[in-house]
């Protein structure tokens, strides 16, 4: 090999190293490792941020069937309650003697997935205090650590739903709010309602949020089905 051809090869060489490594420090395979792992973690954050809908979400077979609960709360509390929705932390269904806890949540829809039938009614909510700037409630030695709901007996009534096989029901909303008295219990009052409407709304929220599931597609084909009555 003549020299000129040699350092033909060595300028190409140097030419691809320095496009791999424009700096022309020495990569580590440290640095190697912990570069790929940061873009694999990178990736599945940005799918799990972009596609909600490929978690575990969605119906296990034709039977599953999905309950959607809309439940707000509202505080006289600080300003910034206005500003950070409060939620529950826990919504649980009963059916005869067992207990149902909600899977999933979308702002204030609690969806309880892979049911099967049966009669299903509402059994508790509870609301944890203190959690943060939004929860700081005023100073009060009767001030309690959560909020749990005690439903009346009519409103668990009107929620019982007979669920059927591979359906969506939405079983309705209440809008709760808390007044703090200093030096008091709390008072609660609860409104329960269940509209044409409001189950419209839970159904294209659901399908909004979750198209591809199995549970969204039943939501856009009961859409179609409530939007023919309000024809």
């Not at 691809?16 to 570069?35: A, Q, Y």
């Not at 009767?142 to 929620?159: C, E, G, L, M, S």
């Not at 939405?170 to 409001?198: A, L």
Request: hydrophobic share 30%; glycine share 6%; aromatic share 12%.
């Amino acid at each position: 090999m003549s020299s000129n051809s040699y350092e033909d090869h060595s300028e190409k060489q140097s030419d691809i190293d320095g496009e791999s490594n424009p700096s022309g420090k020495k990569i580590s395979k440290f640095e190697k490792i912990t570069s790929g792992i940061f873009r694999k973690v990178l990736i599945l954050f940005l799918i799990t941020y972009l596609f909600p809908e490929c978690s575990s979400f969605g119906p296990k077979n034709a039977q599953s069937s999905l309950i959607i609960l809309h439940m707000t709360i509202v505080k006289d509390e600080m300003i910034l309650d206005e500003l950070i929705d409060p939620r529950f932390q826990k919504v649980t269904l009963k059916k005869g003697e067992n207990t149902f806890e909600y899977n999933e949540s979308s702002e204030h829809y609690y969806y309880f997935q892979n049911l099967k039938e049966g009669q299903y009614e509402i059994y508790d909510a509870v609301h944890l205090l203190n959690r943060g700037a939004s929860d700081f409630s005023f100073g009060s030695t009767k001030q309690p650590t959560k909020i749990d709901i005690d439903f009346d007996r009519n409103d668990v009534a009107k929620t019982r739903v007979d669920l059927q096989p591979g359906t969506v029901v939405f079983m309705g909303s209440f809008h709760v709010t808390v007044d703090f008295k200093f030096q008091e219990e709390p008072k609660i009052t609860i409104r329960y309602s269940k509209s044409n409407e409001e189950e419209l709304a839970a159904m294209e929220h659901l399908y909004k949020n979750y198209p591809r599931t199995g549970w969204g597609q039943k939501a856009k084909n009961r859409m179609k089905l409530l939007s023919s009555f309000t024809q």
